[in-house]
C-alpha cells in the first residue's frame, strides 16, 4: 500500500496522519486535521493520509512511528523531512506552510533538470 500511494503522488508532499483509535487524544488531533485541511487549499501540491494503527501496522513499521498521535511531512522518495508527536494543529500547520513553499521550489528546479533528460532520451 505504501509504495502504491508514493508512486501515485509523485512530486507531492505527503503528509501522514498516524492515530490509533483507541487514544482519544490522537482520533481528536485526526478529526481535526480533517476539519481544518480545506481552510488550507493554497496547498495544491500536499496529499493527506490518515492511517489508524489498528489497521495498518506494517505502515506504522516502516515510517517507524512509535506513538500516536504523530504526524509525519514525507516526500514521494521516503524522505523523511519532519516529525511530529503533537496534538498542536497550529504548529503542525507553520510547518506545514513553510516546508509546501520549500517544497514546490525544490520540485520545480528538479523538473528543469529532468524534463530535458527525458525528453532526449525519448527522441
Excluded at 30 to 50: M, R, S
Amino acid at each position: 500500500m505504501l509504495t502504491r500511494t508514493l508512486f501515485n503522488n509523485f512530486g507531492k508532499l505527503l503528509v501522514f496522519v498516524f492515530y490509533a483509535e483507541s487514544n482519544p487524544s490522537s482520533v481528536q488531533l485526526k478529526d481535526n486535521l480533517v476539519a481544518t485541511i480545506p481552510l488550507f487549499g493554497q496547498f495544491q501540491n500536499v496529499k493527506y493520509f490518515t492511517i489508524a494503527a489498528e489497521k495498518c501496522p506494517e505502515t506504522f513499521k516502516k515510517l517507524e512511528v512509535e506513538y500516536t498521535p504523530t504526524v509525519l511531512f514525507t516526500q514521494t522518495d521516503k524522505k523523511k523531512i519532519k516529525k511530529f508527536e503533537t496534538d498542536d494543529v497550529g504548529v503542525i500547520f507553520d510547518s506545514l506552510a513553510e516546508e509546501a513553499e520549500a517544497h514546490a521550489l525544490t520540485f520545480e528546479q528538479e523538473k528543469k533538470i529532468w524534463h530535458p533528460k527525458i525528453k532526449s532520451i525519448l527522441s
